[in-house]
């Protein structure tokens, strides 16, 4: 009876052991994905990306932001979607704690509509690679500057 118990005991240990494991595969995988929502929103979704850091101290975040063919029903004007993704690393560092380094913000070109990806990376891992759906040539620009003030979220 004793030898049974080890026994049990142990396949207990190995499975929960092979359990971790998999818990904390060190894969990239995407945290979240938002659209075209209002400031605060987005600042929800990037609390609960710096919660998620806070969790994983050795991991960064990738956002991957895209432009979209249109923007609320107009043509986009050129540097619009960096302009507007230019606010999310400064809230999760200056508002939020989470060190520069571990925050990465890549142009990811443009999709039929904004679309920004988040990426929880852990350590050593490769970033993953932007996934464009509409090529820049077949994006229409409309006349103007972009003026970055014109982006920022005043919470």
Not at 24 to 40: M, P, W, Y
Request: glycine share 8%; aromatic share 8%.
């Amino acid at each position: 009876m004793d030898l049974r118990k080890i026994v049990k005991s142990a396949a207990m240990v190995l499975i929960l052991a092979f359990s971790l494991v998999g818990a904390t595969s060190e894969k990239a995988r995407l945290f979240d994905k938002f659209g075209d929502i209002n400031c605060e929103g987005e600042m929800a979704r990037l609390d609960n990306l710096a919660i998620q850091l806070q969790n994983e101290p050795a991991a960064k975040a990738v956002l991957i932001f895209y432009g979209g063919k249109l923007v609320r029903g107009k043509l986009p004007r050129q540097g619009e979607a960096a302009a507007r993704a230019a606010r999310l690393k400064p809230y999760l560092v200056d508002r939020r704690g989470i060190p520069a380094e571990r925050v990465v913000v890549i142009d990811g070109g443009y999709a039929e509509k904004w679309l920004v990806e988040v990426w929880v990376i852990p350590q050593e891992t490769t970033n993953p690679s932007p996934s464009p759906t509409i090529p820049t040539e077949q994006i229409k620009f409309r006349k103007g500057k972009v003026n970055p003030r014109d982006y920022r979220c005043e919470i």
